[in-house]
């Protein structure tokens, strides 16, 4: 069984900083690339960041700068460094891996960490 359990939520103040973790089991994590998601009140789900196995990153340009994504394979676990937050940054953040499975794609989901940015 697939779980991706994320951590590291919580509230903090405008121009403070979070580090997210999500941790895997059930899957083979090297073999996926990795992403953190948000959704906030009255938005879409969006892409926050991804990262492959080799360590290749992507940003969304509203993070660009802030935003870290990094993994440590060994341990099964993507982190999401998070610097100089905003309040705009607020919404659940979602970890997900994507990858091939028998030639069949399959994406999984944790079941996401609130972030609230507020004074």
């Known amino acids: 069984q697939v779980q991706l359990v994320e951590s590291g939520g919580g509230l903090v103040q405008p121009g403070g900083s979070l580090r997210l973790s999500c941790s895997a089991s059930g899957i083979i994590f090297s073999n996926y690339l990795m992403g953190w998601y948000r959704h906030a009140p009255g938005n879409q789900r969006e892409l926050v960041a991804t990262?492959?196995?080799?360590?290749?990153?992507n940003y969304a340009v509203s993070v660009k700068g802030r935003f870290t994504i990094s993994r440590v394979n060994a341990k099964n676990t993507v982190y999401l460094q998070m610097n100089s937050l905003k309040r705009e940054d607020t919404a659940v953040y979602y970890c997900r891996a994507q990858g091939a499975v028998q030639g069949t794609l399959r994406y999984y989901w944790g079941q996401g960490t609130q972030v609230t940015v507020s004074s």
């Open positions: 990262i492959t196995s080799g360590g290749n990153t």
